[in-house]
């Protein structure tokens, strides 16, 4: 039997990419979650584990679906070729239980971790290089300037919050965080 296993990294994401894939690879079962994957207690990959059995193959789009880094990915290999399931990574190739197989997947692994380690390094670089600019804020970038807010607050002295929601389209619970904002100040 085929097991898929789809996973994205955020609840923004979406999996339906993978899905397909994995059903136009004949996977029987799939299994999908959204859940970073540096963390170790993805339940749905957990369940799979349980599920799968001797002579069943794991079916992956990617490496970097199912470990994120080299030590987790050989791990969980070596433990599934040790109960006698292939593992098949889709970019990759069937990894096969043999010397050269586990080689190459080894490399791979390698390669899989430091590129995510790239990004990683590249994302905290360019925020540090953000933070020193003097504007610099941390977050979303605001949706309204402050003389929108302004001239919204002004327009509250006569209009009830649901006319300057329309007048304006700032929403009343922005409004009532800008003027306690403002009777703080």
């Known amino acids: ?30 299994y999908s979650e959204k859940f970073t994957g540096t963390r170790t207690d993805r339940p749905e990959f957990q369940r799979l584990l349980t599920a799968i059995q001797p002579g069943d193959t794991l079916v992956v789009t990617k490496l970097d679906r199912f470990a ?33 197989g586990r080689l190459i997947f080894n490399v791979m692994s390698s390669f899989a971790e430091f590129e ?5 390094e590249r994302t905290q670089e360019g925020k540090a290089i953000a933070k020193q600019r003097p504007d610099f804020r941390e977050g979303r970038p605001r949706k309204y300037t402050r003389k929108q807010i302004e001239h919204a607050l002004d327009l509250l002295e006569l209009h009830s919050y649901k006319e300057v929601e329309e007048i304006t389209g700032i929403s009343k ?12 100040e």
């Open 68 to 100: 994120r880094s080299a030590i987790e990915a050989i791990q969980t290999v070596r433990e599934l070729f040790e109960r006698d399931i292939k593992v098949h990574v889709l970019n990759m190739g069937l990894v096969e239980n043999t010397p050269t």
């Open 173 to 184: 619970s922005t409004l009532i965080r800008a003027k306690r904002k403002q009777s703080v």
């Open 1 to 30: 039997m085929k097991y898929g296993y789809a996973r994205v990294s955020t609840v923004g994401q979406d999996l339906q990419a993978q899905l397909n894939t994995l059903e136009a690879e004949g996977c029987n079962a799939i």
């Open 116 to 120: 995510r380690d790239l990004i990683v």
